[in-house]
RNA sequence: GGUUGUAUAGCUCAAUUGGAUAGAGCAUCUGACUACGAAUCAGAAGGUUUAAGGUUCGACUCCUUAUACGACCA
C-alpha cells in the first residue's frame, strides 16, 4: 500500500509535468483515502494546484484524471468531485497486493527509518502498595509501545525503574512497626504488596489524627503536618537507612521481598514482563555524583543554606533543587544516575519513559538538566506522556479508598468474561484449563483494549460496567472475530480448500472483498504511524476496523457455500490473512485471540 | 499568581495533522438466525465541534480573547 501509494503520486507528478508542463514533486501533492460514500480509493486534493497550475480544481482533475487512466494501467477508473480526484486502482492491482500479503511470512518487520535500539521505562510502581488502573494504563501502554517498536524491527529493551527508598516507604515500615502483629504473607495469606498497603494506608490514617490533634491544640496545620510525632520517626528512620542502620535495612529488605512478591504476580497475570530492573536505591548514589560533577564544572549551583540548585530559565524553565540542605536527595537526584545507567547499559538511541502527563514538567528539567550537564543521550529521551485515569464518581483518591485496585479488576474482568462466556454456551468440549485460559484472555482482552483504545495523551474516564462489555467497541469483538476466521479455517481445511492458492486471474472483486484487502494492505501504515506517534490507540482502532470490516464481508458474501472453487479458495484466504492481521495487530497491544470462545 | 493541557451526539471516544455531507460504540427504535459462529450484520434517530472574533479557495484542526475543568511550579 505504501508502495502503491508512492507510484500513484509519482505517476500523478508526471502527469502535471506532461499535461500542463509544470514540476510539482510527487510529496508535495495532497493524497488521501477516498471517503467511502464515492468511488475509488486514492484522492488526489486539486485544490491545492490551482495556483501552480492556474487552472480551476475540477479541470486540473478532469485533465489528470484522464492522462492517468490512459498511461498508468494499475488505475482503473477516477472521478471528479469539485476539487477532489477519485482514483480507483485495478481489481488485479488489489490481488497482486493480497497476494505479496499472503506469501509475507509472520512477524516480517515493518521498516520506518525510525530508532533501532530502544529503552522502555514503564510500570515503575512505588514498594509501599499493590498496583492500581492508574499502574494498569502505564504497564499496558509500555508494553505495547515496546511491541510496536520491536514490529518496526527495533531492538527494545524494557526497563522497571522500582520507586524503592524515600520517606513513604519508611511510612509503611514504620506502620507495620507501630500497628502489625510480625504477620507475613504467609501467615495471613495475603499477597504481600497488598499487607504492606495496609500499613501504609494505617501509617496515614494514624497521621492524620495526629495532625488533627495537633490543630485543635492551636498549632498551624503546616507545622502540625511537619512536626507530628509519627512524622518525625518516619523521617528519623530515613535517616537510619541512609546510614545503613542494620534493623530498618533487615525490615527494609523484607517488606520490599513481599512487595515484588506481589507485584511479580501481577505483572505475570497481566502478562507484561521486563528485560531489567533498576532499584532508585541503587541509582542515587551516582545521581549525587553526577550533581557534584555539575557543581565543579560551575553548572550549578549552592545556597547559603547548602541546597544545591540548577538554574534552568534560560531554557524557559526555573531553578530546581537538586540536593537539599541536609544533602539528601530528591527525585531529580536519582533519576540523573538511573539515566546515565540505562546509557550506560543499552546505549539506546532513542530512550522511552511511560510516566503521568503530571510529572510533564519534571521531565523537562530531567532532559534540560542532562542537556547541560552536556550527556550526549539526554537528546534521545522523550516522555511518552499519559492522561490519568478517572472513575466516574472523580478522581481516584487514596484517602478516599476510591483507588481501584488492579488484582480485584483483573479478577473481576475474568469473572465478567466467565459468565458471559457460559451464557453463550460456545465452548463445549474445552477443557477445565482450556476455560479458565480463555477466561483469561477474554477478560483481559477486554481490559486492555478498553485501556488502550483511547490517545495516551488524553486523560480517560473508566467506567467500570463499559469496561467489560463484550459489544461493539470492545477486545472481545476483536477476539470474536478472530474466533471466527479460525472456525471457517478449520471447517476448509477439512474441505480441502487450498488456501494459498493463485488469485490473480480471478477477474472482479465484490465491493466487501476489494474492501477487506484494503484494510489489509493497510497495516505497514498503521504500525509506522503507531510508533511514530508511540500510540497504540491507532493499532486498537485498526484492529477494531478489521474485524468491522470483516463481519460485514461475512455477512455479505458466501465463502465456504459459494460454488465457484476459485471464488472460494480466495475468500478463505481472505479469511485467513484477515485473522493473521487481527492476531498480528492483537499482539502489538498485548493480547492473545482465541481459536474458539 | 505563573506555566501548561483539555473542551466534538444523552454518555465514552474518532476524525489520515488545513480538505468532501464531522464518524464509531454504548444507550433508544426497526429489521435479519431451517446459510459458513447473531459476542454479528443492515437501518433510523441523535451535532451551531464551549463562546465570540480572525487568517483563506477551505477551519474540529492555525491565531486572539473569554469561560469551564484538570495538572504542574512557587
Known amino acids: 500500500m505504501q508502495q502503491l501509494e508512492q507510484d500513484i503520486r509519482a505517476a500523478l507528478s508526471a502527469a502535471i509535468q506532461q499535461v500542463f508542463g509544470v514540476t510539482v514533486a510527487a510529496d508535495q501533492l495532497v493524497i488521501q483515502p477516498t471517503r467511502k460514500e464515492f468511488a475509488g480509493s486514492f484522492t488526489l486534493v486539486t485544490f491545492s494546484l490551482t495556483k501552480a497550475l492556474g487552472k480551476g480544481p475540477e479541470q486540473i482533475g478532469q485533465a489528470l484524471g484522464e492522462w492517468l487512466t490512459g498511461h498508468e494501467v494499475r488505475i482503473s477508473g477516477f472521478n471528479v468531485v469539485k476539487g477532489f480526484l477519485n482514483l480507483e486502482v485495478a481489481d488485479r492491482e488489489w490481488l497482486r497486493l493480497f497476494q505479496g500479503l499472503v506469501q509475507q511470512p509472520e512477524g516480517t518487520p515493518v521498516p520506518t527509518g525510525g530508532p533501532q535500539d530502544v529503552v522502555v521505562e514503564y510500570s515503575s510502581p512505588n514498594t509501599n502498595k499493590p498496583l492500581h488502573l492508574g499502574h494498569l494504563r502505564n504497564n499496558f501502554l509500555g508494553y505495547s509501545v515496546a511491541e510496536i517498536l520491536k514490529a518496526t524491527g527495533a531492538t527494545v529493551s524494557k526497563v522497571n525503574l522500582v520507586n524503592d527508598r524515600g520517606i513513604h516507604i519508611c511510612k509503611s ?21 497488598h499487607l504492606v498497603g495496609k500499613y501504609y494506608v494505617l501509617f496515614e490514617k494514624h497521621y492524620r489524627e495526629q495532625v488533627a490533634q495537633l490543630v485543635a491544640e492551636g498549632v498551624a496545620e503546616d507545622t502540625a503536618k511537619a512536626s507530628a510525632p509519627l512524622m518525625l520517626e518516619a523521617r528519623d528512620m530515613l535517616q537510619k537507612w541512609e546510614a545503613g542502620d542494620e534493623e530498618v535495612v533487615s525490615l527494609w529488605r523484607q517488606m520490599n521481598g513481599w512487595v515484588y512478591e506481589g507485584h511479580n504476580a501481577t505483572y505475570a497475570a497481566i502478562g507484561v ?7 532508585e536505591s541503587g541509582t542515587y548514589l551516582l545521581g549525587k555524583e553526577r550533581v557534584q560533577e555539575g557543581l565543579d564544572r560551575g553548572l550549578f549551583y549552592r545556597k547559603e543554606d547548602g541546597s544545591t540548585w540548577v538554574d534552568l530559565a534560560a531554557e524557559g524553565l526555573d531553578q530546581k533543587i537538586l540536593l537539599r540542605s541536609d544533602g539528601t536527595s530528591v527525585y531529580l537526584t ?3 544516575g538511573t539515566a546515565e545507567l540505562k546509557y550506560a547499559d543499552f546505549h539506546y ?9 503530571e510529572q510533564n514538567y519534571h521531565m523537562q528539567v530531567l532532559q534540560a538538566t542532562l542537556q547541560k550537564l552536556g550527556k550526549p543521550y539526554a537528546a534521545a529521551i522523550h516522555h511518552l506522556s499519559y492522561g490519568m485515569v478517572d472513575l466516574p464518581t472523580g478522581k481516584m483518591k487514596t484517602r478516599e479508598g476510591t483507588v481501584v485496585d488492579a488484582d480485584e479488576l483483573v479478577r473481576e474482568v475474568i469473572e465478567a468474561a466467565k459468565v458471559e462466556t457460559l451464557k453463550k454456551g460456545k465452548i463445549e468440549g474445552l477443557s477445565e484449563e482450556e476455560l479458565a485460559q480463555l477466561f483469561h484472555t477474554l477478560g483481559l482482552g477486554a481490559l486492555k483494549y478498553y485501556l488502550l483504545k483511547v490517545d495516551p495523551k488524553k486523560r480517560m474516564l473508566f467506567n467500570p460496567e463499559e ?43 465484490q465491493k466487501a472483498e476489494r474492501e477487506m484487502i484494503e484494510e489489509l494492505a493497510r497495516y505497514a501504515n498503521v504500525v509506522t504511524e503507531a510508533a511514530r506517534t508511540f500510540s497504540p490507540a491507532i493499532v486498537a482502532q485498526y484492529a477494531y476496523d478489521l474485524a468491522k470490516a470483516y463481519n460485514r464481508f461475512y455477512a455479505e458474501v458466501q465463502v465456504l457455500q459459494e ?9 478463505v484466504a481472505l479469511s485467513v490473512q484477515t485473522g493473521r492481521a487481527i492476531k498480528a495487530s492483537m499482539k502489538l497491544l498485548g493480547i492473545a485471540v482465541p481459536e474458539r470462545m
Do not use: C, W
Open 173 to 193: 515500615m514504620l506502620g507495620y512497626q507501630q500497628f502489625g502483629h510480625a504477620e507475613t504473607p504467609e501467615s495471613d495469606n495475603i499477597k504481600g504488596d
Open 273 to 279: 514482563d521486563f528485560d531489567k530492573f533498576y532499584y
Open 334 to 336: 536519582q533519576d540523573l
Open 349 to 357: 538511541d532513542s530512550s522511552i519513559y511511560v510516566i503521568a502527563d
Open 467 to 509: 469496561s467489560v462489555q463484550l459489544q461493539g467497541d470492545t477486545g472481545p469483538f476483536v477476539q470474536y472475530t478472530y474466533a471466527r476466521t479460525a472456525s471457517l479455517r478449520r471447517k476448509a481445511q477439512q474441505m480441502g480448500i487450498d488456501e494459498k492458492a493463485e488469485f490473480l486471474s480471478l477477474g472482479e472483486l
Open 563 to 571: 460454488p465457484d472453487e476459485a471464488k472460494r479458495a480466495f475468500r
